[in-house]
């Protein structure tokens, strides 16, 4: 027999402060105009932490760039299928990818994060694989060079890499 998943009903009273505010944000809505492409050409790929604000940072506003955010901002097999989408049909022509300072991601070594997960929650994840990095600097060389070499990417795309800094709000360029 079929196991399917169980529907249960919208958890409202969790979620009560995110519909609140939607109704706020629905009535003052100005971004209906929007087109789904990067008007700015512009596609970040940073993290999940939420100190970042990249369209901020990069003095943008909603419908100017492409944001792909996962853990430490590495560049995975779906990123590199979510770049190759946004090449070809939403109008991204720059990369940056963007890690920061502070990063949990870089905090630990996987194997410290695993046994973190399972001793507090007594979840095994030893399954996925968190990729967090020691370095910096050589994991955002390593992803820069896995875009860059990636054979489906529009050809002519820009990509950059740079470190935010979460204290100081500085982008630190970085040449690799």
Request: include cysteine; charged fraction near 25%.
């Amino acid at each position: 027999m079929e196991k399917r998943a169980r529907l249960t009903a919208f958890p409202g009273e969790e979620f009560s402060d995110v519909l609140s505010a939607n109704k706020g944000f629905a009535a003052n809505f100005q971004g209906s105009q929007l087109s789904g492409t990067a008007a700015r050409g512009l596609a970040i790929v940073t993290c999940m932490d939420s100190r970042i604000n990249p369209l901020a940072l990069a003095g943008m506003q909603s419908g100017d760039a492409k944001i792909l955010r996962n853990a430490g901002a590495r560049v995975t097999e779906d990123v590199l299928r979510t770049l190759v989408l946004a090449t070809y049909l939403l109008g991204v022509d720059r990369i940056l990818v963007m890690p920061h300072t502070d990063c949990r991601m870089a905090q630990s070594e996987e194997e410290d994060i695993h046994r973190t997960i399972s001793a507090q929650y007594g979840v095994d994840t030893r399954s996925l694989e968190f990729r967090t990095v020691r370095d910096q600097r050589k994991a955002l060389e390593t992803d820069l060079i896995r875009i860059r070499s990636y054979p489906l990417l529009r050809s002519g795309v820009v990509v950059a890499g740079a470190i935010y800094d979460v204290s100081t709000g500085v982008l630190e360029p970085l040449d690799f």
